[in-house]
């Protein structure tokens, strides 16, 4: 009867450690940013097309991928300049507020150059675009107001 009891004991300790780990492993995944053949950057927790470029690889698990805030939105690009305090002082808000954005330089550009003045008067720095969107401005909270209408979040503290 002892060694019954024993067997039964121990099939249900595996079935309990095969279960969890099978849950854990559900749980599992990875959250991509990768860069496509037109130049868009992309962060999405799906593997990226067999010709897009891997910039990095996180790996997560469920609960980190469901709280990640501000992916899966539109890119962020930033325009700048040598010697800009503007523009280090925009760019280190986008860090301190965890947006993903990639910065260019302006300057040698003759694309971006293009494609601000199609949109505005003329070209400053930085000059940052928001998906499609132009935005040129000097303050902070204006650019934190525009990221907002476009889906990013912040924490309030």
């Known amino acids: 009867m002892k060694s019954i009891l024993n067997k039964i004991s121990l099939a249900s300790a595996a079935f309990i450690a095969l279960s969890l780990a099978t849950i854990d492993s559900a749980n599992a995944g ?10 868009n950057i992309s962060y999405q927790d799906q593997p990226p097309p067999k010709n897009a470029k891997i910039l990095s690889e996180k790996e997560t698990n469920a609960k980190e991928a469901k709280s990640t805030r501000n992916y899966n939105l539109p890119d962020v690009v930033v325009y700048t300049v040598e010697n800009c305090d503007l523009c280090d002082k925009l760019i280190t808000m986008l860090r301190k507020d965890k947006v993903p954005h990639i910065v260019l330089p302006l300057a040698d550009d003759r694309d971006a150059q293009s494609r601000i003045l199609q949109l505005a008067d003329s070209i400053i720095a930085p000059s940052i675009f928001i998906g499609d969107e132009l935005v040129q401005t000097n303050n902070e909270q204006s650019l934190k107001e525009k990221l907002e209408q476009a889906g990013f979040e912040f924490e309030t503290k």
């Open 30 to 39: 990875k959250l991509y940013k990768w860069v496509d053949d037109k130049g």
